[in-house]
Structures are given as C-alpha cells and as structure tokens.
C-alpha cells in the first residue's frame, strides 16, 4: 500500500540549532515533493518544492534533500527560532496525478 | 490581493444532517482542491475541482459531492454526517498552469465542522 510517513513524535531542539524532519514515502512515484508548514488552527502554508531530478533546494535558513533511492526527503532548518514552532507536514504528487497527498506533520517546539 | 477564503469558519451539526462548505480560491486561481484534516492527521484528499469538473477524487464516500461555479468559487456538500466527519475542512487553490511547474497549494483557514 502506499505510505508517506513523517515522525509522529514531537521534535524538541534548542534555539540555533539544526532541525532535520524527515519524510519517508512507499510505493509512489512522486513527480515532486512539497513542504508546508501549519500552524495550530491555521492553513498550511507552502515553504519548498523540490522535483525528483533534484538532490537539493535552499531557500534561506531552510533546506530539502531528496533521495528518490532511498525514498526519503530531509527537511532541515539551520538556525533555528521559537518562531520556527510548529507542524512540518511533506506532501508529494505521484506521477500521472493530479493530487497532493500529505503525511501526518512532524510537530517541531524550539525551545528558548 | 485577498487569499482563499472559506466559510464558515466553525459550524455544529448533528448525525445525519446535510453541511455546504463554501470556498473562493485566491485571485487568478482556477483549480480548487478540498482536504479534510482530522486532529492530528495530516490533510486528506476529498477532491478537486478545475472548469467546473470534478477532475480527481480521493478515498471519500458518495456522501461528499462538490461543485465549481463559473467564477471557480467552489462548495462542498456532506450529506448524512456522521460523528467521522468532524474535522477540519481545507480548501486550497492553485493555478493550472501554474501547477504543472510549481503545483504549490494556497489553502484557506478552513472551516471546524463539529458533529453531534
């Protein structure tokens, strides 16, 4: 069956350090992956794409590696904020679709 | 430049009653997309809309239907609720052009549909 699957446990880091959420995916061949962040009560929000003939995509304090090998997408955050709290979710569009599908969100508390 | 807007944005119903979600996608957006987002759990695919047709559907039972309307406004119909269905329902837009090389999704705040 097809699965994206993200840490279910809440990601605890200090203040200025990296975060890296990890988004593993079966049985899809993605034509591109996405990152959105959501805040509690709120839309997700579009940060990154990444498409699968890349390796890696920065944008500012933010980073996304693809490994269609392994199947996995890294998501990191350098530099980390308290600001930077809040679910992480990947999302990806399978070939020949139309859809997004989601994982289930990493939660990622920054502590002060 | 108004984003999407859904509403309502909360609303209570009981088993077996029939909801209408209403979604306007951001300024030249054509395509709108509905997801149902449990606590939890990340967003679910119902399905999406582009010129008026229902391209796509997601694993959801005949009970949620929808509609597009000529200015790509959309609505999502649930009939016969039951307690599964509280969740948060999502609308997103995009472009279709534009999602073929971007595919980023605006999504509303959604609407907390509470059942009884």
């Known amino acids: 069956s097809q699965k994206i699957e993200q840490n279910s446990e809440a990601l605890n880091i200090q203040e200025g350090k990296t975060a890296t959420l990890t988004c593993n995916y079966t049985n899809y061949s993605p034509a591109y992956l996405q990152w959105y962040r959501q805040d509690p009560g709120r839309g997700p929000v579009f940060l990154l794409l990444i498409r699968e003939n890349e390796k890696e995509k920065r944008k500012e304090r933010l980073k996304v590696t693809f490994d269609t090998t392994l199947k996995q997408s890294l998501f990191h955050i350098t530099a980390s904020q308290p600001a930077d709290s809040a679910t992480y979710l990947c999302?990806?569009?399978?070939?020949?679709?139309?859809?997004?599908?989601f994982g289930s969100g990493t939660r990622l508390q920054v502590q002060p | 430049d108004a984003g999407v807007t859904q509403s309502p944005t909360h609303l209570i119903k009981t088993r077996g009653q029939q909801v209408t979600l209403r979604c306007s996608p951001k300024?030249?957006?054509?395509?709108v997309s509905w997801y149902q987002q449990a606590l939890g759990q990340g967003p679910q695919f119902i399905f999406q809309y582009y010129e008026e047709e229902e391209r796509q559907r997601g694993n959801f039972p005949d009970r949620f239907s929808g509609h597009q309307f000529p200015n790509y406004s959309s609505e999502l119909n649930v009939n016969a609720l039951l307690l599964g269905d509280s969740a948060l329902y999502l609308c997103a837009s995009s472009r279709a052009g534009g999602s073929m090389n971007t595919g980023e999704l605006f999504f509303g705040e959604g609407s907390r549909l509470t059942v009884l």
């Open positions: 999302a990806l569009r399978d070939t020949g679709r139309r859809a997004l599908t």
């Open positions: 300024s030249g957006h054509d395509t």
